[in-house]
């Protein structure tokens, strides 16, 4: 009886000459630079795209230290950031749109770059693979997108700021009117017509305040303050509005009369505490306590700002910071506001290299920690808002 024959396996050895040429045809077939690295940092293999991005022949390269594509100024660091990560090669996904890299052509020219990173080891060791993306076009892109903005900043700020301080200005002046010239139900009609145009003036600059923070343009003018005295400052023009509703605003000061001085922006952390404090005067009923107290805690200056109002119940505790947030009773209450205070309060804050929390129970009021670094010290680490380009590490 004759045996049929056999169907082969459907896998079968493949020639190491078939890999190889397989793995070259991806590398050439890949959109982005890619290149290979001994553990000494030796160029191994490049694809077309290399060339096309730095300028070279691939003869010029194979066999080159990778620094011969990272810009002059960044050789030393870089030599050293390559030595520890081949010491522990990991995949390292792309960088570069949160880190400013850049490479450097052969003409000396340099471009903005992201740059992926992954160890291939094999019987022969182990090699560094990295991919490497142009983004000078998205930089140019992301540029124009801010000029833009800014240019709308602009507007907005000249087309609704100046119309507004306008009607707030001439409001002003009507209820400065003797009693002859203006009747009761007028001068009733007066304040509405101030008092909305002041809360649409806080908007636009709520609104231009996160325009800034969104395209990492927030600048901060620091210099020396004294915390006590901003702190006295946000309570004093605070406290009119927060005993026309009934409460009442006190202040705690621990050592009072000690100078607590940290670095910073002295109209952002006003800026803060006016916010922390109208958020305090909304959610807080009639006869209740809003409390501000200062101490110190180690290289800390401490601000908190206590009410004895609504609360928040715990499982909106960790979202109240998130931008356009409007907790479930502010918006059952219709309690007026866009969800903006908070998150500029914490973008100012972060941004002074601080921290601020809060701690809060339904019925009992809630408790808003902000935390500043004091002293001269802080202004080493003190945050404004720009960034230094780094090489292609």
Do not use: W
């Not at 052509?105 to 560094?128: N, Q, Y």
């Not at 240019?151 to 002046?173: F, K, N």
């Not at 506001?337 to 701690?359: C, M, R, T």
């Amino acid at each position: 009886m004759s045996v049929p024959n056999a169907v082969p396996d459907a896998v079968t050895e493949v020639p190491v000459q078939a890999h190889d040429q397989f793995f070259r045809s991806l590398m050439e077939a890949a959109p982005d630079g890619f290149l290979i690295v001994d553990q000494s940092g030796v160029i191994k293999l490049v694809n077309g795209q290399v060339e096309n991005l730095f300028g070279y022949e691939r003869s010029e390269l194979l066999g080159q230290p990778v620094e011969v594509l990272v810009p002059m100024r960044f050789h030393g660091a870089h030599a050293r950031q390559r030595s520890g990560y081949a010491a522990k090669p990991r995949l390292r996904p792309m960088m570069g749109t949160e880190r400013d890299l850049y490479a450097r052509r052969k003409d000396g020219s340099e471009f903005p770059v992201e740059i992926s990173l992954a160890p291939i080891t094999s019987d022969a060791g182990t090699v560094i693979s990295a991919i490497i993306r142009d983004v000078s076009e998205r930089k140019r892109l992301q540029e124009e997108s801010d000029r833009i903005r800014e240019e709308l900043i602009a507007t907005v700020s000249h087309e609704l700021r100046t119309p507004l301080s306008s009607i707030i200005g001439y409001t002003e002046l009507l209820s400065d009117l003797g009693e002859g010239h203006l009747s009761t139900e007028a001068r009733e009609l007066l304040e509405v017509i101030e008092r909305n145009a002041r809360r649409e003036l806080c908007l636009v600059d709520d609104l231009l305040t996160l325009a800034s923070m969104t395209s990492g343009r927030m600048v901060l003018n620091a210099e020396p303050i004294d915390i006590e005295r901003l702190a006295t400052d946000a309570v004093r023009a605070m406290r009119p509005r927060a005993e026309a509703q009934g409460l009442s605003v006190v202040m705690e000061v621990e050592a009072a009369g000690s100078t607590t001085a940290i670095f910073g922006d002295a109209v952002r952390l006003g800026q803060v505490l006016d916010n922390l404090l109208t958020n305090a005067v909304k959610f807080t009923p009639r006869g209740g306590v809003i409390t501000v107290a200062l101490r110190e805690d180690e290289a800390y200056a401490v601000v908190e700002i206590r009410d004895t109002g609504v609360g928040v119940p715990a499982e909106e505790v960790a979202l109240i910071f998130e931008r356009l947030y409007r907790a479930r009773h502010a918006v059952e209450k219709h309690v007026q506001g866009a969800g903006l205070g908070l998150s500029i309060a914490k973008a100012i804050v972060d941004a002074h290299e601080g921290a601020i929390s809060v701690e809060s129970e339904v019925g009992h009021g809630t408790t808003v920690s902000v935390r500043l670094p004091l002293g001269p010290s802080a202004q080493n680490n003190l945050s404004v808002g720009s960034s230094s380009p780094r090489s292609a590490s």
